[in-house]
């Protein structure tokens, strides 16, 4: 393969990371604070109304991820998919950051209900794009490339989904947009490069899909998908991998939640701060990537995946016990969890694809799409739990939107929900990757069996 063709792969695939993260971390770090300072909702209720959408979801996921990998189309069994979802993830998003007052119950219902969508739309999109990964991608160095492409474009996806917001909000609220105008423009401005970079990854891979694609079965039914789901949880590597993405999820996902909470009540930055923080992150993320790329290939993925997460979790914990009262430790705080999380996006998926192989030797069959949707509603589920309980701990610590200065018991629990606790959970993470058995050495022996069958 020559490498003008091996960067069109990497970069064409890579970019759609940039749309769907815009987007996942529009939803998970505005989404909450949304609900709760903007659209007049309680945290409990807000999170409750998360937590039902993303579980609901936890159902169509495992649908999506049997059909996609039993059913192909005339561009494969990965992409008409993806194409499907596009326009019911721009509908949903305009609609989740709409605000209504339908009174305390309708509001919930029709939040929850704009968010399943969302999820499902979402869900829709990214598990036949990763099952793809893992399709036109075979040695483990190169998924390690193909997955450092993608994580380059999710840190810019950053920009989109974190780091603008709030001075887009300000911008159309002196442009004397109402709140509800304001926010739906934002939404419009994050969907835009979003669907930018999923119609450059359909035109790039649509043609080396036709070369690429496996044969498949041709047929589904609930008895093939509950065995598909069966022989995969049955792997004792991939039930690691999966309790790495559970525990990550809920410290991620305490992170992202809180993160404008605590720089808002805690630290009472300006919206232009706040956006200086998150820009921290996307170039930290941006940053990291062809360092943690390095330290792929000389220490193997799961080593430096073991590495990032105990250097995050280690700090964070001590910035948490010293406390993080200035921007300067803010700052700090965001560049080493950045460090875990990059670690995370960038190798827990190329580890995932490993899986695929090793379940085609057990059981003679690929399951790419069902592995990674087992793996999403892992994460997905861990993640809204975490919202959820996140709503619970606010409102225990005195959470009350209406005041421009929250308690003094407040502030220390945005704390520990920001550093403490997250920190405590890396360092599991670290634990399980550390013992996870497959290593680049390991996945070459497996990639011999199945030659050596064929």
Same mark, same amino acid.
């Given at each position: 393969?020559? $490498?003008?063709?091996?960067?069109?792969?990497?970069?064409?695939?890579?970019?759609?990371?940039?749309g769907e993260t815009a987007l996942f971390n529009l939803m998970t770090a505005y989404c909450l604070y949304f609900l709760t300072d903007v659209a007049g909702v309680s945290p409990?209720?807000?999170?409750?109304?998360?937590?039902? +959408?993303? %579980?609901?979801?936890?159902?169509?996921?495992?649908?999506?991820?049997? *059909?996609?990998?039993?059913?192909?189309?005339? /561009?494969?069994?990965?992409?008409?998919?993806? /194409?499907?979802?596009?326009?019911? @993830?721009? *509908?949903?998003?305009?609609?989740?950051?709409?605000?209504?007052?339908?009174?305390?119950?309708? %509001?919930?219902?029709?939040? %929850?209900?704009?968010?399943?969508?969302?999820?499902?739309?979402?869900?829709?999109?990214?598990?036949?794009?990763?099952?793809?990964?893992?399709?036109?991608?075979?040695?483990?160095?190169?998924?390690?490339?193909?997955?450092?492409?993608?994580?380059?474009?999710?840190?810019?996806?950053?920009? $989109?989904?974190?780091? *603008?917001?709030?001075?887009?909000?300000?911008? $159309?609220?002196?442009?004397?947009?109402?709140?509800?105008?304001?926010?739906? #423009?934002?939404?419009?401005?994050?969907? @835009?490069?979003?669907?930018?970079?999923?119609?450059?990854?359909?035109? %790039?891979? +649509?043609?080396?899909?036709?070369?690429?694609?496996?044969?498949?079965?041709?047929?589904?039914?609930?008895?093939?998908?509950?065995?598909?789901?069966?022989?995969?949880?049955?792997?004792?590597?991939?039930?690691?991998?999966?309790?790495?993405?559970?525990?990550?999820?809920?410290?991620?996902?305490?992170?992202?939640?809180?993160?404008?909470?605590?720089?808002?009540?805690?630290?009472?930055?300006?919206?232009?701060?706040?956006?200086?923080?998150?820009? !921290?992150?996307?170039?930290? =993320?941006?940053?990291?990537?062809?360092?943690?790329?390095?330290?792929?290939?000389?220490?193997?993925?799961?080593? +430096?995946?073991?590495?990032?997460? *105990?250097?995050?979790?280690?700090?964070?914990?001590?910035?948490?016990?010293? =406390?993080?009262?200035?921007?300067?430790?803010?700052?700090?705080?965001?560049?080493?969890?950045?460090?875990?999380?990059?670690?995370?996006?960038?190798?827990?998926?190329?580890? !995932?694809?490993?899986?695929?192989?090793? /379940?085609? !030797?057990?059981?003679?069959?690929?399951?790419?799409?069902?592995? #990674?949707?087992?793996?999403?509603?892992?994460?997905?589920?861990?993640?809204?739990?975490?919202?959820?309980?996140?709503?619970?701990?606010?409102?225990?610590?005195?959470?009350?939107?209406?005041?421009?200065?929250?308690?003094?018991?407040?502030?220390?629990? $945005?704390?520990?929900?920001?550093?403490?606790?997250?920190?405590?959970?890396?360092?599991?993470?670290?634990?399980?990757?550390?013992?996870?058995?497959?290593?680049?050495?390991?996945?070459?022996?497996?990639?011999?069996?199945?030659?050596?069958?064929?």
């Amino acid at each position: 393969m020559r $490498f003008s063709k091996e960067v069109k792969i990497y970069t064409g695939y890579g970019f759609a990371s940039l749309g769907e993260t815009a987007l996942f971390n529009l939803m998970t770090a505005y989404c909450l604070y949304f609900l709760t300072d903007v659209a007049g909702v309680s945290p409990a209720m807000g999170g409750m109304s998360i937590m039902i +959408a993303t %579980t609901c979801n936890s159902i169509f996921i495992v649908l999506i991820g049997h *059909i996609s990998d039993s059913i192909a189309w005339k /561009n494969g069994r990965r992409l008409p998919y993806m /194409n499907a979802a596009l326009p019911f @993830i721009c *509908i949903s998003t305009l609609l989740v950051f709409n605000i209504v007052d339908l009174g305390t119950t309708s %509001t919930f219902v029709y939040y %929850t209900a704009m968010l399943l969508i969302f999820w499902a739309s979402h869900s829709l999109f990214v598990l036949p794009y990763e099952a793809l990964g893992a399709e036109i991608i075979q040695g483990a160095n190169d998924r390690m490339l193909l997955r450092s492409h993608s994580r380059f474009y999710q840190s810019v996806g950053n920009l $989109f989904g974190m780091v *603008i917001i709030m001075p887009l909000l300000k911008l $159309f609220g002196d442009l004397g947009f109402s709140d509800r105008i304001s926010w739906l #423009l934002m939404a419009i401005c994050v969907l @835009i490069p979003s669907v930018i970079s999923f119609v450059i990854t359909n035109r %790039t891979m +649509a043609p080396i899909v036709k070369a690429n694609s496996p044969p498949v079965p041709g047929k589904i039914s609930l008895r093939i998908l509950a065995k598909d789901y069966a022989e995969a949880i049955r792997i004792r590597e991939f039930r690691l991998l999966l309790s790495v993405s559970l525990i990550f999820a809920i410290a991620n996902a305490f992170v992202n939640s809180i993160l404008v909470y605590f720089m808002k009540y805690n630290l009472g930055l300006p919206e232009s701060l706040k956006s200086v923080m998150f820009l !921290v992150m996307a170039l930290s =993320g941006i940053l990291f990537t062809p360092i943690i790329a390095v330290l792929a290939r000389r220490f193997d993925k799961k080593g +430096a995946m073991t590495g990032c997460f *105990i250097l995050a979790g280690v700090s964070v914990i001590v910035l948490g016990c010293i =406390g993080i009262r200035s921007i300067l430790m803010l700052t700090i705080f965001i560049i080493v969890f950045t460090i875990g999380s990059s670690g995370y996006w960038q190798l827990m998926f190329a580890l !995932v694809y490993d899986i695929g192989e090793l /379940n085609q !030797v057990k059981t003679g069959k690929r399951r790419e799409g069902v592995i #990674l949707s087992m793996s999403k509603i892992a994460y997905r589920f861990a993640a809204a739990v975490a919202v959820l309980i996140l709503g619970l701990l606010m409102t225990s610590f005195g959470y009350d939107p209406s005041l421009p200065v929250q308690p003094e018991r407040t502030g220390s629990g $945005f704390n520990l929900i920001l550093s403490i606790i997250p920190g405590i959970l890396l360092l599991v993470c670290a634990s399980l990757t550390y013992v996870y058995p497959i290593s680049e050495k390991v996945h070459a022996h497996i990639l011999e069996q199945l030659d050596q069958e064929e």
